[in-house]
C-alpha cells in the first residue's frame, strides 16, 4: 500500500439515524440537570450548558448530512484513499507480472528472442 494511503470508514445510513436519535435524546436528559442549578452553580452550569447544547446539535447536524450525503452504505464500507485501484504492472517493483507479460509477448511471437532478452536483462536489473 502506498505510503501516502489512508483508510477511511463510511458511515452508513443507519449510524445516521443513531447520531440524530443520540443528539435529541442527550439534549432532552440535559434539561433537567441545567435547570436544577442554583446559587454559585448556576454560571458554570450556564457555560456547561452552551458548550453540551453545541455538540449535541453536532451531533444532530452530521446525522443528517449522513443521511442526506449521496454517498451513504447499508453496511461497513471502507474507502482507501491515495492508491491506484489496481497495481500497473509496467511499474518498477512487480517483476513477476512484468516477466510474465514479457514471456507472453514472445510466445505470440510480437516480440524478437534479441528484444525478449534485453528487455529481460533490464528487468533483472532494477532494484528488488
Known amino acids: ?12 445510513k443507519l449510524s ?27 454560571p458554570f452550569a450556564a457555560i456547561f450548558g452552551v ?3 453545541l455538540v449535541c446539535l453536532s451531533f444532530i447536524i452530521y446525522g443528517i448530512y449522513i443521511l442526506a450525503s449521496k454517498k451513504p452504505s447499508s453496511g461497513i464500507v471502507f474507502d ?3 492508491t491506484a485501484a489496481r ?3 509496467d511499474q518498477p517493483g512487480d517483476f513477476e507480472a512484468r516477466i ?8 505470440d511471437r510480437l516480440i524478437t ?8 536483462a533490464e528487468i533483472m536489473k532494477e532494484p528488488w
Open 87 to 89: 497495481k500497473d504492472p
Open 16 to 42: 445516521g439515524v443513531a447520531m440524530i436519535v443520540a443528539g435529541a435524546a442527550f439534549l432532552l436528559f440535559s434539561i433537567v440537570p441545567f435547570s436544577a442549578a442554583e446559587g454559585e452553580a448556576k
Open 51 to 53: 458548550m453540551w447544547v
Open 100 to 107: 510474465r507479460k514479457l514471456e507472453k509477448l514472445k510466445d
Open 113 to 120: 528472442e534479441e528484444e525478449y532478452k534485453r528487455k529481460r
Open 1 to 12: 500500500m502506498d505510503k501516502n494511503a489512508f483508510i477511511r470508514p463510511r458511515p452508513t
Open 80 to 82: 482507501i484513499e491515495g
